[in-house]
């Protein structure tokens, strides 16, 4: 194996820190192909033919990609999500993807709690009045304490939301699937296990934590927000596309939702007329973008790809198959 490795740098929050983390990438042994971050797609299929590693994730990650960069042999994504690679293209040509989870959950927990508050007590758009000198108008905001939260999704930041709870004294509700359900977890932290209409109803604020399959998407749609309380307050800090946006739009506008806080913005699906509502707090998918979380992904992301490339196998891998008997092995004879 040689001492250093060609590499793509193809994600926004290592753009966001490179300046001063480059030094650490170089001493590790990866040797970055490009300056700028992030790449377009021309210049992604450029480079390629040349890369052993790419971190991820970024738009392009396609199967013209995987087929085009014969010399790759992990792609190490810097989040906890991989809808943005094409997994199949991966794994038929014997590349291993792996993700960065856990660090993650704390970032997101922080920003869907703010989130909540923001929108429970219209504070953007208070601030704003305050701003332009105009005048509030007499409609208040609600308390987020000793209310009922029911989280959609019980895994590392469904888990991170629920234990910031407790000093906000609230009834908390679950639901997700018998896979992902932590028993012990629940019964520590007083969670209450339901199926989704029982949470959707109950709920005076509903937070989804899922990740986009084809089971989950369009879990929330039209009937799902008819169950809600038109005082409840929905959160979506996963992805757009889990929530049917016409349906949104207007259980928002006819007073059949009380609001709406979002991290994920219009290049995620967000419909954009949902933006110029007063009942929404919206930010652009920041809830990985911490400066300590960055750093600690990117370290962790690192320290997985040279797993893969010293010949270990590491432990959050999206396509395990890859590693399936010689399969791996051959398939890469094949590309080089």
Known sequence: MSDSFPTILHSGILGEILHDYLP??????????????????????????????????????????????????????VSSGWDAVHVESATRCGVPVVVAPAQMAESVADLTWGLMLCTARQIPQRYWLLRTHQTADTKLGNLV?????????????????????????????????????????????????????????????????????????????????????????????????????????????????????????????????ILSLPNVVCTPHIGGRSLETAYELVEQAAGNALMVLEGKRPEMLVNPEVYGSEKRAQKQRQRA
């Open 24 to 77: 650490r990438l170089i001493e590790r042994g990866f040797k970055p192909l490009h300056e700028r971050v992030p790449l377009t797609s021309e210049e992604l299929m450029d480079l390629a033919p040349k890369a052993m590693v790419v971190f991820g994730p970024g738009r392009g990650l396609d199967a013209n990609f995987f087929e085009a960069a014969r010399n790759l042999k992990v792609v190490s994504l």
């Open 145 to 273: 304490y000793g209310k009922t939260l029911g989280i959609i999704g019980m895994g590392f930041i469904g888990k991170a939301v629920v234990r910031r709870a407790a000093g906000f004294n609230m009834r908390i509700l679950g639901y997700d699937s018998d896979g992902f359900w932590d028993k012990d977890f629940a019964d520590t932290h007083s969670t209450k296990r339901v199926g989704l209409d029982e949470l959707l109803q109950q709920s005076d604020i509903v937070s989804i934590h899922l990740r986009p399959t084809a089971k989950t998407i369009g879990v929330i749609g039209a009937r799902e927000l008819q169950l809600m309380k038109p005082s409840a307050i929905l959160i979506n800090t996963s992805r757009a596309n889990l929530v049917d946006g016409t349906a949104l739009y207007h259980a928002l506008v006819e007073g059949h939702l009380a609001g709406l806080g979002t991290d994920v913005d219009t290049d995620n699906g967000l419909d954009a007329p």
